[in-house]
């Protein structure tokens, strides 16, 4: 029994490990893996350790915000909207 509950701890910080590296690379712009695939390994680490508390930073609980992910768009100065010719 006492394996078993050696194999289940090197679980828990397998999946904290990488789902802190598939987030942090989500939210760069990077992701890695997929939203479902993450989802598995979030609901891995739920069944595992329901109180860890990297669940409920990814989820938003411990803030009450949750992250935006970055998207790079193109910038438009603001003289370029005010120099076009109205059109006719």
Do not use: C
């Amino acid at each position: 029994m006492d394996e078993e509950k050696q194999e289940k701890a090197i679980r828990i910080k397998s999946l904290e490990a990488l789902l802190k590296k598939y987030e942090d690379s989500y939210y760069s712009g990077e992701a890695e893996i997929s939203d479902s695939e993450f989802d598995l390994l979030y609901e891995e680490l739920k069944s595992l350790d329901p109180k860890n508390a990297l669940l409920r930073k990814i989820s938003g609980e411990s803030s009450g915000v949750k992250k935006v992910k970055k998207k790079h768009r193109g910038y438009w100065p603001p003289e370029s909207l005010t120099d076009t010719p109205p059109r006719i």
